[in-house]
């Protein structure tokens, strides 16, 4: 199994990147997958998450109207589109399921066990 997170860059405050997530080892047809991030110095926290069996998202108050998590099944690959992004994004942005969880809301507030390499996103001007 591989989750492999890609994408991430320097960008300027207000602007947008997409990062993808390519999964490898099982398909998005069931457990759900989500995105988390760690800034310097800080916690882990959930981003965004996607039930892949029907595509409910979740996303905690600081990602709303400006994150977008997606998926390509057809790609195995699920994606999240950063808009607006402020220099409180930067972290480190990590691709992530857990195979016994099917809830979006349930990942991203218990964590998933599975995880992949991380991405770096650093927001500054």
């Known amino acids: 199994v591989q989750l492999q997170a890609s994408g991430g860059g320097l960008v300027q405050p207000g602007g947008s990147l997409r990062l993808s997530c390519a999964v490898t080892?099982?398909?998005?047809?069931?457990?759900?997958i989500g995105w988390f991030r760690q800034a310097p110095g800080k916690e882990r926290e959930a981003v965004s998450c996607l039930s892949t069996n029907n595509d409910i998202t979740y996303y905690p108050d600081f990602a709303k109207d400006r994150f977008t998590i997606s998926s390509d099944k057809t790609k195995n690959t699920v994606y999240l589109q950063m808009n607006n992004l402020r220099p409180e994004d930067t972290g480190v942005y990590y691709c992530a399921t857990d195979f016994g969880q099917a809830s979006s809301y349930a990942l991203c507030h218990r964590g998933p066990r599975e995880w992949g390499q991380g991405t770096q996103v650093t927001v500054s001007s």
């Open positions: 080892g099982f398909t998005l047809n069931r457990p759900a």
